[in-house]
Structure formats: structure tokens, C-alpha cells
């Protein structure tokens, strides 16, 4: 890490002590994510490290979201956990969902809790011998393909950028939209207001043109993308995925 991150970092900490929280148990790559989020500025980043460790504390009482608090979330099989190879261009876990297996959730906490299920596995997944390094990151992918009006879900959307943004800063490395029909551009035009800049920068339209479907395969991985994509890798459910270091889920 650079002096000048390195200085930050310190004043970081002293700023989120005077708030009256503790840094402790938290490397320094863990608060560079809060820093570079709020553009180096030390006050911000601090707040929001407050307010993500209010949050975390709240939410996930036990450190994770058990599959037994999203049984509806999960038996839709709409999310998938692609674990990259070591031929992979890259070392991040990708997430697909399949929008066209979404329909809205009359439980709102139960679907909060399935984003932050899927978001704290899939982060999970690339640490080193069951530890975190901070710096984690993940791609994500939306497939629109085959959605109806009943699969459009604006809240949804929203929730899960939102929780990204707020509890998750720099986890998402780029996150591709794929197969989306013409009906979901003003659905996207209303969502995309809500998403900081930060969060827009990082999300990638793939249209039909060969050359944009051809460097998104690259970009992923042929051994990690699924055969339906384009690649070479079986789809696999997020449930499917065995983390060992993660405490039991059930």
C-alpha cells in the first residue's frame, strides 16, 4: 500500500474511534474500500464505516444470513456462484442472475436477506484459506433474457445496488447486463438514478454486436462463463456451492 494510503488509513482510524467505534479487528485494505468509495475523503469514509458496522451488527447478528431465512429466495434457483479457474483472466467470483426466475417478493426482509446471503458467499468464496483480505471483489451478471413484464422488478434492482453501494463499497469489480429487451431500457433509465456514478462506471450494456459479446466472454473466462453464455463451465446454483469455511448454513 502507497505512504500517502497508508497516512490515510491512520487518520481513518482515528476518525471512526472519535465516532465511537473501533477498527481493531479490521485490516487496512478493509477501510481502503470505505476510503476509495467516499474519494479519500476521511470524515465520509469513517461515517460510512460507522454506519456499515451499525448495519452489519443489526443484520447479520451471527455473521452471515443462514439458507434457512431465504428457503422462498432460494428455491427459485435464480442465482448462480461461477468459482473461477486458475486459468481464469481474473480472480473474482461470478454471480448470475437470471432475472426471468424473479418474480417481486411479498417478503421484503426475506429478499434483503437473500441479497446479503448471496453477496457475503460470494465474497466468501475467494478468500485464502478461509481468510479475508478486505480487498475482495466480485463480477456480477444480469440476464434479462426471456423476462415478461411480471419479471420486471424496479425495487428489487434498486435494493441490490443500493445494499452493494452502501454495505459492500468496492466488492463489485463490473457487472454486465445481457440480453436486455427493449421494454427494460426505461425500466433501467429509472433505476440507474438512484445508483451513484461510482456504481454506473462499473456496468457494461452487452448488446448483440459480435465484438461487445466476444470481449465479454473474454473479459469472464470461457472456463468460468457457462456453456449458455458462451463459455465452457456447468451453471451452478448458489446453494450448490459448499464455502468449508463458512459456518453451517442450515
Partial sequence: MEEKHEIAV??????VEKLGFSTENYNDLTLMRFLIARSMD???????????????????????????EVPDELGSRKVYLQIPSTNAPHDHPVVIV??????????????????????????ASSFIEGKEKGDEKLLAILDLGNITYRNVDPRALITGFQFLQNYYPERLAKCYLISMPWFFVSVWKMVSVFLEKTTLDK????GNDEEERKSFINEIGEDILPEEYGGSAKLTAIQDVTIHHLPESN
Fill in 10 to 15: 491512520t487518520q481513518m482510524r482515528k476518525s
Fill in 42 to 68: 476521511i470524515e465520509k469514509a469513517a461515517k460510512m464505516f460507522t454506519q456499515w458496522k451499525k448495519w452489519r451488527d443489526d443484520f447479520l447478528p451471527l455473521g452471515f444470513i443462514p439458507e434457512s
Fill in 98 to 123: 437470471k432475472t426471468n426466475k424473479h418474480f417481486s417478493s411479498k417478503d421484503q426482509l426475506q429478499f434483503k436477506k437473500f441479497v446479503v446471503h448471496f453477496l457475503e458467499k460470494s465474497i
Fill in 203 to 206: 456496468i457494461v450494456i452487452v
